[in-house]
Antibody, heavy 120, light 111 residues
């Protein structure tokens, strides 16, 4: 059974940093691209970043580029999102989402999400 | 403002058919990138409903069908059931943004 479990969320002050993790199991992690998608409370989905199966290619949404960095450790079956310079607009539930292939850019499994709240 | 435009809400009575539109541009849907659809039931995570413009994952009933033409796509739900009440999102890839794009989501209400 595919499982994606996010961790690292919490309440953080504006301007501070936070690192999210997503622990994967139930599939061969190193064979698939993985993404972060966020959803502000009561709002729609927004793609944040994605990383290729072998971490040679990553992409970030304009809204986070230069502040957030996606990375992965295939030896630990774990995806990361380093978030710097957080603003209240970054408040959201952050989902880890598995790509259907090494690079198809759509998602067949989602985690339950990690809530990030940016507030003073 | 989402790159893909969906109506905020649609509604229909049980048994009826509703269509949810998804309008894009020449850098995403119009460029030939596939459109995918997700359903998010209240309080749950999104679930893949349609992929590759019109294909359904196993387990998704044929009451759900999708199509694409030009810079737009649509999702049709026939034989509406109360359990279809959810938020529906279209998704594609945008070459100008070099990333994944979502529609703003459409809330379906079954009257």
């Amino acid at each position: 059974e595919v499982q994606l479990v996010e961790s690292g969320g919490g309440l953080v002050q504006p301007g501070k940093s936070l690192r999210l993790s997503c622990s994967a199991s139930g599939f061969t992690f190193q064979n698939y691209a993985i993404h972060w998608v966020r959803q502000p409370p009561g709002k729609g989905l927004e793609w944040v970043a994605g990383i290729s199966w072998n971490a040679t290619h990553s992409a970030h949404a304009d809204s986070v580029r230069g502040r957030f960095i996606i990375s992965r450790d295939n030896t630990k079956n774990t995806l990361y999102l380093q978030m710097n310079g957080l603003t209240p607009e970054d408040t959201a539930l952050y989902y880890c989402a598995k790509d259907v292939s090494p690079s198809s850019y759509y998602f067949d499994y989602w985690g339950q999400g990690a809530l990030v709240t940016v507030s003073s | 403002q989402s790159v893909l435009t969906q109506p905020p809400s649609v509604s229909g009575a049980p048994g009826q058919t509703v269509i949810i539109s998804c309008s894009g541009s020449s850098s995403n849907i119009g460029a030939g990138f596939h459109v995918h659809w997700y359903r998010q039931l209240p309080g749950t995570t999104p679930k893949l409903l349609v992929y590759g413009d019109k294909s359904r994952p196993s387990g998704v009933p044929d009451r759900f069908s999708a199509s694409k033409s030009g810079t737009s796509a649509s999702l049709a739900i026939t034989g509406l059931q109360t359990e279809d009440e959810a938020d529906y999102y279209c998704q594609s890839f945008d070459s100008s943004l070099s990333g994944v794009v979502f529609g703003g989501g459409t809330r379906l209400t079954v009257l």
